[in-house]
Structures are given as structure tokens and as C-alpha cells.
T-cell receptor, first 111, second 112 residues
Framework: QQQVKQSPQSLIVQKGGISIINCAYE??????FPWYQQFPGKGPALLIA?????SEKKEGRFTISFNKSAKQFSLHIMDSQPGDSATYFCAAGGGNEKLTFGTGTRLTIIP | NAGVMQNPRHLVRRRGQEARLRCSPM?????VYWYRQLPEEGLKFMVY????????ESGMPKERFSAEFPKEGPSILRIQQVVRGDSAAYFC??????????FGSGTRLTVV
């Protein structure tokens, strides 16, 4: 019940394209859905987060789409750049409680 | 603002030794969380602490692992009698009452 399922495991996108990563959760008590970006040897860095009262949130080239009834949320990276190559994790939880993480998506942007 | 500081960055221990990992939260943050990350895997929650209190330790192994966040000083994650399976990256995060998490750069523990 605490699982967060993330797909795909790896993703290759051409520079300028759209990268899409999907997550699904089971626990309807979750009310906070962040995405983290992690570079090799570094800690995860918060990219963007959403709460269930909105269906979409956009910050620059990054957009979260949230479907409460389907218990799914996704990250869209527009105009993907080589510097976006990293591992991306979705997560779910309460505002100040433990987060349950997906297993990660390794994104590679090719020229 | 120095962010969440973890040390050491790398730690090598022989089987049976003790490992002590330290985490200093961001200034003004009173909530500390510890996560473990195995290679090619996501982060797994271990423990959530506030000053002098363990709030949730549901992710901590029952034996050999302990955590504290004293009134003064950093939070400590302690692993006694380490085994090879303890080799992982251990990340600490902190948050304020209304802020999201900020993660440190982690401690990479290698047990030889």
C-alpha cells in the first residue's frame, strides 16, 4: 500500500524533445508529490512538487501532471537538454513525514 | 546557508566494526530524516527524528542500527557490527515546519 511505481527505468530522448516519466501510487492518504533530480555522487535535489488540489504545475521547462482519480502523476521536461541527463525520482508522502520514493528513471539526452 | 551537511562523504569499515554517520540540518530546520540508497535503486526511508525524539523508525532494521538527534549537535546514524550488506549511500534530509525536504550529499559506506 505504500508503494510508488515509476516508469520507465531508463529513457533516451533527443535534444529538444520532451521527456516524460510516469508514477503511480496506491495510498490515497498521500498529499504531497515531489520530483527529485539526482546527479552521480550527489544527493537528490527537489525539482518540482505538487499537491492534489491542482492537476498541473509548471516551473520553467518542468511540468507535473496529476490525475487524482487514477492515482497517477507524471513529469514532463520540455526542450530537453544534455544537462538534464540525470536520474529522476518521484516520491509521495505527507508534508513533513517520510517520503516513499519510486525506483528512479535514468534519463539520457542525446545531441 | 550551508545546506544539509553530512560527513564523512566516504567511509570504509571492516566487517564487525561500527559506522557513525553525521548530519547537520539546515539552519532553522528541526526535522531530520535518514534514507538509504542501494546502487541502482531508489531511496528507502529509515527514520524520522526531531530534537531529542524519534518520531518514526519504521524503516530501521531492528538490530544494529540506531539514530539520535540530540538537543545540541548533529544527528547521528550508528551502525554496529557492520556487514557487507550495509554498504550503501546514506542520505540525510531536513525540513522546517512548512518547507519541503533538502537532502545532503550523502555518506557512501563501504564494508570490506
Amino acid at each position: 500500500q505504500q508503494q510508488v511505481k515509476q516508469s520507465p527505468q531508463s529513457l533516451i530522448v533527443q535534444k529538444g524533445g520532451i521527456s516524460i516519466i510516469n508514477c503511480a501510487y496506491e495510498n490515497t492518504a498521500f498529499d504531497y508529490f515531489p520530483w527529485y533530480q539526482q546527479f552521480p555522487g550527489k544527493g537528490p535535489a527537489l525539482l518540482i512538487a505538487i499537491r492534489p488540489d491542482v492537476s498541473e504545475k509548471k516551473e520553467g521547462r518542468f511540468t507535473i501532471s496529476f490525475n487524482k482519480s487514477a492515482k497517477q502523476f507524471s513529469l514532463h521536461i520540455m526542450d530537453s537538454q544534455p544537462g538534464d541527463s540525470a536520474t529522476y525520482f518521484c516520491a509521495a508522502g505527507g508534508g513533513n513525514e517520510k517520503l516513499t520514493f519510486g525506483t528512479g528513471t535514468r534519463l539520457t539526452i542525446i545531441p | 546557508n550551508a545546506g544539509v551537511m553530512q560527513n564523512p562523504r566516504h567511509l570504509v569499515r571492516r566487517r564487525g566494526q561500527e559506522a557513525r554517520l553525521r548530519c547537520s540540518p539546515m539552519k532553522g530546520h528541526s526535522h531530520v530524516y535518514w534514507y538509504r540508497q542501494l546502487p541502482e535503486e531508489g531511496l528507502k526511508f529509515m527514520v524520522y527524528l526531531q530534537k531529542e525524539n524519534i518520531i518514526d523508525e519504521s524503516g530501521m532494521p531492528k538490530e544494529r542500527f540506531s539514530a539520535e538527534f540530540p538537543k545540541e549537535g548533529p544527528s547521528i546514524l550508528r551502525i554496529q557490527q557492520v556487514v557487507r550488506g550495509d554498504s550503501a549511500a546514506y542520505f540525510c534530509a531536513s525540513s522546517g515546519d512548512r518547507d519541503g525536504y533538502t537532502f545532503g550529499s550523502g555518506t557512501r559506506l563501504t564494508v570490506v
